[in-house]
């Protein structure tokens, strides 16, 4: 099984430059999620999506839009991106809300630096 | 705010010393608490605890949950090499993660 598959792995951005980063899970799970990781650090959480065509905002949204036009896909987009967007961003997926006892798996990992 | 708090923050013990992590949580709406463990990548789910009291047990490690106090412990035994990584707890609610322990098991 693929499971949560992220791509790019590593990404070079300049600084005002946009760039989508792509998620797709193959688990038919309802409920996803961007993270953002920065070194030394917990997972801070961006967006969420409890299932096609509804997205809501976590912790730190700001300077990232989502979308979630099928079960599978979860695409986050950087606009303008700065440095302060430095960080290894993850996606994950879950059957059910991690509240709700829904474990998450997570994709690799994207790299990301803003020069 | 949701708050989640890990100590210590890093420990390095040697192969066979029994370690325990803590994790402290402020969350609203909590729902659980999940324990993952990452290496070089991405997190893995470890447990997941909900109700006060009741230990979850996974080979040398087990985790158990005060709801009370606020806060969970995550024991491992018999540390082996292979236990060194970064162990994250989170607070659901919204999945708030706390900053991690970094684990050194030295031979």
């Known amino acids: 099984n693929a499971g949560v598959t992220q791509t790019p792995k590593f990404r070079i951005l300049k600084i005002g430059q946009s760039m989508t980063l792509q998620c797709t899970q193959d688990?038919?799970?309802?409920?996803m999620y961007w993270y953002r990781q920065d070194p030394g650090m917990g997972l801070k959480l961006i967006y969420y999506?409890?299932?096609?065509?509804?997205?809501d905002k976590g912790e730190v949204p700001n300077g990232y839009n989502v979308s979630r036009s099928t079960t599978e896909d979860f695409p986050l987009r950087l606009e303008l991106a700065a440095p302060s967007q430095t960080s290894v961003y993850f996606c994950?997926?879950?059957?059910?809300?991690?509240?709700?006892?829904?474990?998450?798996?997570f994709g690799q990992g994207t790299r990301l630096t803003v020069v | 705010e949701d708050k989640v708090v890990q100590s210590p923050l890093s420990l390095v013990v040697h192969e066979g010393d029994t370690v325990t992590l803590n994790c402290s949580y402020e969350?609203?709406?909590?729902?659980?608490l999940l324990w993952y463990k990452q290496e070089k990548k991405a997190p893995t789910f470890l447990f997941m605890l909900?109700?006060?009291?009741i230990e979850k047990k996974s080979g040398r490690l087990s985790s158990i949950l005060d709801k009370k106090e606020l806060f969970s412990i995550l024991n491992i035994t018999a540390t082996q090499t292979g236990d060194s990584a970064v162990y994250l707890c989170?607070?659901?609610?919204?999945?708030?993660f706390g900053d991690g322990t970094t684990l050194t098991v030295k031979p």
């Open positions: 969350v609203t709406n909590f729902r659980s």
């Open positions: 999506s409890v299932g096609a065509g509804i997205t």
């Open positions: 989170a607070g659901a609610g919204k999945s708030t």
């Open positions: 994950a997926s879950s059957y059910r809300g991690t509240g709700d006892g829904g474990e998450a798996f």
């Open positions: 688990m038919n799970h309802n409920y």
């Open positions: 909900t109700s006060s009291g």
